[in-house]
């Protein structure tokens, strides 16, 4: 009788969880989807909570992370797990999806990742890309599906797991006047969710009860932080918006130094800006700063791996310890509000398998940026916060993480995009004025580009050939032609690439055979001006 009170209380306790994720998802219809986590813990660099994705017709079920600077999602595919590696490989990386198996699947091509600035640091890699059919979710938890979503197939292992775009920028394949909605922006313009934005943590192992991530689009989980009073604004780069200004980082050995001996140096010899993807673990600091870390922690510089590489003694005297890290942001270097974000030790232990012994070795997720353009702040700072972004308003907050025990229900909070009545109080929002100026701008462009091309239109168009390497390689660098972004201002007003049936297949066949003109800016950035006066942002292909 015992053990069926017991097997009975396990259903009973299985069917709740469902019940309970099933509901979450289904809060789409009040302005509002939470993506279920997949209840795992993943990555060749954590672990990691995942999050549970369906791709194709039949579905195929993927665990991913939660990328903040890509709108496209990249699953592995079988071409990711080679012999040599481990049997269960495709179970590690997430599941593998199989383009071949969907009959919903609509072949691009091979494309380099969109990576921005991850290129910086050392991260490349091509892709599969093609659109097909995302449900949020796993079968049966009521999760909304979305038709024609970019997706990229990647082999490479610098990510290891697959991600789930939410960045709602656009993405282009080289053709800037057919933009393929992000999947933000398809849950905006499908009226699934009332506004642009989406509130993400990324879940904590260490807590004595493992905590999930939680990704939550158009509206934020108010039972994951404790909400604060400063809000950030954009950057000016699109492929950096998340940009942070760190004006100090402290230690419990920093601050309590000066009773008995003087204060070390600060972690951070000064402040820097530094922009939130989470797309890495890592976050990388000046080279002065990292020394710093060392000289107060103990950390070893690891030559051959470029880690910090933390052994057992060391280790467990940061425990003993109870090391605890205070981050300072504000908006830009200095002056204004600030807020302080505390990180315990336990979150910046971190395991990461290296590819030589396929050992899993303690790491401090710190790395060394060899300039100002490579300052980032990875997922692991999400464990202890919580980041949501309002693309309608081009804000941002990020607070301190709450991590309420699992009985507890989400206070999901949905957040309208702004109307006309928003800007009625007298003044306008940074992200009104901002909006004003950039449309201003963009008029006066497009009537110059109008009239050029009314008096050049007989001119023979100018044509861009995008390098490609003949034989294709997915698990290559080089191999693949570029993957554009643009961001999308207003999201329901964005025009889809209609893939399904012959004409969207003509339309991504016709990726080189269109032409436009491209003008070159310093960096490794190409800006293109649409005629309807949106910002355009493309990686040049590798050379």
């Not at 060749?44 to 791709?55: K, L, Q, V, Y």
């Not at 999947?183 to 260490?206: C, D, Q, V, W």
């Not at 103990?298 to 880690?307: I, P, Q, S």
């Amino acid at each position: 009788m015992r053990k069926k009170a017991v097997a009975m209380s396990t259903v009973m306790d299985f069917s709740l969880r469902l019940v309970l994720l099933a509901s979450v998802v289904r809060c789409a219809i009040e302005g509002v989807v939470s993506v279920p986590p997949s209840q795992y813990w993943d990555g060749d660099n954590g672990p990691w909570s995942t999050f549970a994705i369906e791709a194709g017709t039949p579905p195929q079920n993927l665990r991913v992370l939660a990328s903040t600077s890509s709108s496209s999602t990249w699953v592995v595919v079988p071409d990711g797990c080679i012999p040599s590696d481990p049997s269960d490989c495709p179970s590690l990386r997430g599941f593998t999806f199989q383009t071949n198996s969907s009959r919903s699947w609509t072949d691009a091509g091979l494309f380099q990742l969109p990576l921005h600035s991850l290129t910086l640091l050392g991260y490349s890699g091509n892709a599969k890309f093609g659109l097909d059919n995302l449900t949020l979710g796993w079968q049966g938890q009521g999760g909304p599906e979305l038709n024609h979503q970019v997706v990229g197939g990647i082999a490479t292992k610098d990510f290891f797991v697959g991600s789930l775009g939410i960045n709602a920028r656009a993405v282009n394949f080289t053709d800037f006047n057919y933009p393929n909605a992000s999947l933000l922006g398809t849950l905006r313009a499908e009226n699934k969710i009332k506004g642009t934005s989406f509130g993400y943590t990324a879940g904590a192992p260490y807590k004595p009860t493992k905590i999930y991530g939680s990704l939550t689009f158009g509206g934020y989980d108010a039972s994951r932080f404790t909400p604060n009073n400063m809000t950030f604004s954009f950057g000016y780069d699109t492929s950096r918006d998340l940009l942070i200004g760190i004006r100090d980082i402290s230690t419990n050995t920093t601050a309590n130094s000066s009773k008995t001996t003087p204060p070390p140096p600060p972690l951070l010899p000064s402040p820097i800006n530094a922009f939130i993807d989470t797309t890495v673990p890592d976050i990388w600091l000046p080279v002065s700063a990292c020394q710093q870390f060392e000289q107060t922690l103990g950390l070893v510089w690891d030559v051959a791996t470029e880690l910090y590489l933390v052994n057992d003694s060391l280790h467990n005297a940061l425990l003993a310890r109870d090391e605890q890290f205070r981050f300072r942001f504000g908006m830009g270097l200095d002056g204004g509000e600030t807020i302080d974000l505390v990180v315990p030790y336990k979150a910046f232990d971190l395991d990461v398998t290296l590819p030589e012994t396929q050992n899993k070795t303690r790491y401090f997720p710190i790395r060394r940026a060899a300039n100002d353009s490579m300052y980032t702040i990875g997922r692991v700072l999400l464990q202890e916060s919580y980041l949501f972004v309002d693309y309608d308003r081009s804000t941002f907050t990020l607070s301190q993480a709450l991590f309420p025990n699992a009985n507890v229900p989400p206070k999901l909070t949905a957040i309208h995009a702004p109307t006309s009545s928003d800007s009625e109080s007298g003044h306008l929002s940074r992200g009104a004025i901002a909006g004003i100026t950039v449309s201003a701008i963009s008029a006066t462009i497009s009537l110059v580009i109008i009239t050029t091309l009314l008096l050049h239109r007989r001119r023979k168009q100018k044509t861009v050939e995008v390098p490609g390497d003949k034989t294709e390689e997915l698990d290559g660098s080089s191999g693949g032609r570029a993957v554009g972004d643009s961001y999308e201002v207003a999201a329901d007003q964005e025009r889809e690439l209609e893939a399904g049936g012959e004409d969207g297949l003509r339309r991504l066949r016709e990726l080189e055979a269109e032409s436009r003109a491209v003008y070159e800016m310093p960096g490794s950035e190409v800006q293109v001006q649409e005629l309807g006066g949106r910002m355009m942002v493309e990686e040049k292909a590798k050379k």
